[in-house]
């Protein structure tokens, strides 16, 4: 079963222009991390934000996090043509062993 | 370095073969992980190896999925007689510890279809 919703579940913009995606989520959770997917090169981790902190940047990447609604976002500024993939949200209820519990994703495109 | 690999990239099956999908984990990582990915879908959890110990196997969908990594290092899925609802990504991961503060490599997947 899925715990994540992302929203939207597509999203297109133009290069350089700043993209939002949110998460919802159901249960408490320890941490909650962003994935990217495309065809290139996958799945690849992209940041992880503990239950304890609200924001988090890397990069061109920042998270937030609240608690409190059960919600994390992803903003990605000035977006670039290779940006354009799937995101996903995953969920970790424990800081040891856990299972990731991963959203639908919001199909990201970004055009020149 | 080399990161996580799968093999066949790409597997046909007539329904009620049997599969065997085959992941090379990063050298050295003592978890792995094996997903499964339906089009249009988030990875969906299936197994966890820690070193050669299966230690969760909750997400396997029935008793045609069977997993093992006996020398703690490779991995292999296997799916018995399979079904069309066997269809999808299968995605192994692996990270250099346990506990889920440690990023996950992901290698490239299988896609099964089965016909």
């Known amino acids: 079963s899925q715990q994540g919703e992302e929203d939207p579940q597509a999203l297109s913009i133009q290069e350089g222009e700043n993209a939002t995606m949110n998460c919802s989520y159901k249960?408490?959770?320890?941490?909650l991390q962003w994935y990217r997917q495309n065809s290139g090169r996958g799945l690849v981790h992209l940041i992880l934000i503990r239950s304890n902190e609200r924001e988090k940047h890397s990069g061109r990447l920042r998270v937030t996090l609240d608690t409190s609604k059960k919600s994390s976002s992803l903003l990605i500024t000035a977006s670039r043509a290779a940006d354009t993939a799937s995101y996903f949200c995953?969920?970790?209820?424990?800081?040891?062993?856990?299972?990731?519990?991963f959203g639908k994703g919001t199909m990201l495109l970004v055009s020149p | 370095g080399a990161g996580v690999s799968q093999s066949p990239r790409y597997k046909v099956a007539k329904r009620g073969q049997d599969v065997a999908l085959r992941c090379d984990p990063i050298s050295g990582h003592v978890s792995l992980f094996w997903y499964q990915q339906a089009l249009g879908q988030g990875p969906e959890f299936l197994t966890y190896?820690?070193?050669?110990?299966?230690?969760?196997k909750s997400g396997l969908p029935s008793d045609r999925f069977f997993a093992e990594r006996p020398e703690g290092s490779v991995s292999t899925l296997k799916i018995q007689r399979t079904q069309q609802e066997d269809s999808a990504v299968y995605l192994c991961a692996s990270s250099l510890t346990t506990g889920t503060m440690y990023e996950q490599y992901f290698g490239p997947g299988t896609r099964l279809t089965v016909t």
């Open positions: 995953a969920t970790a209820m424990n800081s040891g062993y856990s299972t990731l519990t």
């Open positions: 190896f820690q070193n050669e110990a299966q230690l969760d």
């Open positions: 249960t408490s959770i320890n941490n």
